[in-house]
């Protein structure tokens, strides 16, 4: 990934990590798993 | 069931979080490891190079001032790094970088590409986009580094001041530049490169840490050179 082009432009090295992606990933896992504990199935009705 | 995966996605989001913040505050460990064992392996690789250029017959001479009594060490070393160029390939170690205001002490690869660059800092060459000069062949020497992942040699760059030294220590001499400007550019900004009237080293990273909008460009200038290896 050293020279990825940007809008048709050539970039300098690439030596960083973009973390914004991560933690997003991170924090919507983390809401799902969230929810999944505290949020109790719907009781199904008999008929 | 339900709950269990519940538990599982939240522990795993949890350690995703975990690690953006280790990475952001001290450098990805995982990724070190892995530079960590290909240092080593570089380090035997240049050891070979290094003997083969020390059972050359050229006299070693003292570490001495770039100023005009060193034409004949300039010279030297620019013939020497003209032979080190033929030797030199994609992913092959060139020397030592050495800055002791930052604590750097790694050894640089040939290439910038992301294979490259898992391995240590990378001198630009012609797959980078712009080739650069050998250190003491004249021109523009430019050089690469991770800042968060990979042992991230260019973590701490930020923190050169001007008059600090930088070392390249090539199997056929040792160079020593002193840092003179750093700036913020955009990535897109090749200018970084343009040639001066004197040996450039340009150190070039990713800017700021959680990011790769930017690049931090760290100036320096030839200050010194010996055909002494300090390898």
């Known amino acids: 990934m050293s020279n990825i082009h940007v809008a048709g432009a050539r970039t300098l ?31 199904s009705r008999s008929v | 069931m339900r709950r269990k995966l519940g538990l599982a996605l939240l522990t795993l989001g949890l350690a995703l979080l975990g690690w953006v913040g280790v990475t952001l505050l001290w450098g990805d460990p995982i990724t070190s490891l892995y530079t960590a064992h ?22 070693a001479r003292a570490l001495v001032d770039a100023s005009a009594t060193t034409a004949t060490a300039a010279q030297v070393i620019r013939n020497r790094a003209r032979r080190f160029a033929h030797r030199v390939h994609d992913g092959t170690p060139l020397g030592r970088i050495v800055i002791p205001r930052i604590g750097l002490n790694m050894i640089v690869v040939e290439g910038t590409t992301e294979r490259d660059l898992r391995k240590g800092p990378g001198h630009y060459n012609a797959a980078s986009g712009v080739a650069t000069a050998l250190p003491g062949s004249g021109g523009v020497v430019a050089i690469a580094g991770h800042r968060t992942t990979f042992l991230h040699p260019f973590r701490h760059v930020d923190q050169l001041r001007p008059g600090d030294n930088v ?28 040639r001066r009237p004197y040996e450039k080293l340009v150190l070039s990273a990713c800017h700021p840490l959680y990011s790769a909008t930017h690049r931090i460009i760290t100036f320096a200038r030839l200050a010194g050179e010996s055909t002494k290896s300090r390898l």
């Open chain 2, 38 to 59: 290909e240092q080593r392996v570089l380090g035997r690789q240049l050891e070979q190079e290094q003997q083969l250029w020390s059972t050359s017959p050229v006299r």
């Open chain 1, 13 to 43: 090295p690439f030596t960083g990590l973009a973390t914004l992606p991560i933690v997003l990933i991170g924090a919507a896992i983390s809401i799902a798993g969230f929810l999944l504990t505290i949020l109790r199935p719907k009781p």
């Open chain 2, 167 to 194: 070392y390249l220590e090539m199997p056929y001499g040792t160079l020593r530049y002193r840092v003179y400007f750093q700036k913020i550019v955009a990535s897109t900004d090749w200018s970084i490169l343009d």
